[in-house]
C-alpha cells in the first residue's frame, strides 16, 4: 500500500479512535508519518518503544491499598481527560510476548487495570516485517485482532515528492532516479544484508544527505557514503556525480537555454532535470522552459511533474498551454 493511501486511511482510524496497526520494513518512514500526522492534526504524540518496555512497565506496578493489591499506573501513559493525541505503540512485534500480551486491554478496551486513556486518544502501533531480520516476535491472533492493519510499502514517486519538500540533496534524488532500485535494498528479492553494516533505505539515504550538507570533500563524501548507503552503492553514487559535474550549470541556462550544452546519458538527463525542477521558480522558469523543451518528452514530463504544484506562473502561462496541447498523451 503506498503511503499516500496509508496516510488517508491512517486519518480515518485517527478521526473514529480505531486502533490501527503499520507493518513494513524498518527505515522506510512509518514513525516520521505518525509524527508528521499528529504535528498536522495538532495532537499530542506519546512514543512508547515497546520492546523497551516490561509487562510491568506497562501494567503497573501492584501496591499495598489495606486488604487489596492496586496498581500504579506508569506516568508516561496520557492523564489529563481533555487531552488529545496519539498514543504510538512503536516496535510492537518486537516486544516480548508478555508484554505484548499486557497490551490487549489497553488497546481493545482503552483500559489497564482502573487506568483508562482519555476519550481524545486514539492508539496507532507500528512494527517491522519478520522476513527482514529485525527482531520480530510472531504476534497472537488475540493481539492482532485489535487492530485494523495497513501494509506500508516504499513507493518511488511518493518519496521523491517527499524528498523534494524534504530538502534532500539533488544529486541523491537524481541518482535514485537513475537507479530507482536502490531506494530500499531490503525489498530487493536477491538482497542479502546478514553481513552488511550499511545499506540503502530511505533513512540512510536522509542520514547521507544530512551528511552532505556539511559540504564534504571529494575524499571525505566518498567514505561518508560508505558509511551511509554501503560500499557498492556509494561506489554507483560517486560515478554518478562525476557525470553530474560535468553538466551545464544553472547560471548558463538561464543565460542561453538554446545552446546550453545537452546531457548525452539517461543518468546526465536525470541529473540535469532534478536540479532544474529543484531550482526553477516563478520568477526565472522562462528560460528554464525553453531549455526543457530540448530534452525528449519523458524527461520534460519528468519536470512538470516537478514543479506543476510549485511554479504556478509557468502552469499558468502560454507556454505551458501549448506544451501541454502538444504532449497530450504524456499528461494521461
Not at 58 to 75: E, M, S, Y
Not at 193 to 218: G, I, M, Q, V, Y
Not at 224 to 242: D, R, V
Request: charged share 25%.
Amino acid at each position: 500500500m503506498r503511503p499516500q493511501i496509508v496516510r488517508q486511511a491512517l486519518l480515518s482510524c485517527i478521526a473514529a479512535r480505531q486502533p490501527v496497526m503499520l507493518h513494513g520494513s524498518f527505515g522506510v518512514g512509518k514513525s516520521d508519518m505518525i509524527r508528521g500526522i499528529a504535528k498536522e492534526l495538532e495532537l499530542d504524540l506519546i512514543d512508547l518503544r515497546l520492546s523497551q518496555l516490561d509487562s510491568a512497565d506497562l501494567r503497573g506496578i501492584p501496591h499495598a491499598d489495606g486488604k487489596f493489591t492496586n496498581w500504579l499506573t506508569p506516568k508516561f501513559l496520557p492523564q489529563d481527560p481533555e487531552s488529545r493525541g496519539i498514543l504510538f505503540l512503536d516496535e510492537i512485534n518486537s516486544a516480548a510476548q508478555a508484554t505484548q500480551a499486557a497490551a490487549y486491554q489497553l488497546v481493545l478496551d482503552r483500559r489497564l487495570g482502573d487506568y483508562e486513556l482519555p476519550a481524545g486518544w486514539t492508539i496507532v502501533a507500528a512494527g517491522n516485517r519478520m522476513r527482514d531480520r529485525a527482531i520480530v516476535n510472531q504476534m497472537s491472533t488475540a493481539l492482532k485482532n485489535r487492530f485494523v492493519h495497513l501494509d506500508y510499502e516504499v513507493h518511488f514517486d511518493d518519496w521523491i515528492e517527499w524528498a523534494q519538500k524534504a530538502g534532500i540533496d539533488e544529486t541523491i534524488i537524481g541518482f535514485l532516479r537513475f537507479r530507482p532500485a536502490l531506494l530500499n535494498e531490503p525489498d530487493s528479492p536477491d538482497c542479502n544484508l546478514k553481513d552488511r553494516n550499511s545499506f540503502a533505505t530511505p533513512r540512510s539515504w536522509e542520514f547521507f544527505s544530512r551528511l552532505l550538507a556539511t559540504k564534504p570533500d571529494a575524499e571525505m563524501r566518498r567514505v561518508l557514503a560508505g558509511s551511509a548507503i554501503g560500499e557498492g552503492n556509494a561506489a554507483e553514487y560517486i560515478t554518478y556525480c562525476e557525470v553530474y559535474k560535468d553538466l551545464p550549470t544553472y547560471e548558463e541556462i538561464q543565460k542561453n537555454p538554446a545552446k546550453a550544452k545537452l546531457p548525452k546519458t539517461a543518468a546526465a538527463n536525470f541529473a540535469v532535470v532534478t536540479m532544474l525542477g529543484r531550482r526553477c521558480t516563478n520568477d526565472d522558469w522562462k528560460p528554464v522552459f525553453e531549455y526543457i523543451e530540448r530534452l525528449t518528452p519523458e524527461y520534460q514530463m519528468l519536470f512538470i511533474k516537478d514543479t506543476n504544484t510549485r511554479v504556478l506562473s509557468m502552469v499558468r502561462s502560454k507556454e505551458f498551454r501549448e506544451w501541454a496541447k502538444k504532449n497530450a498523451d504524456l499528461l494521461l
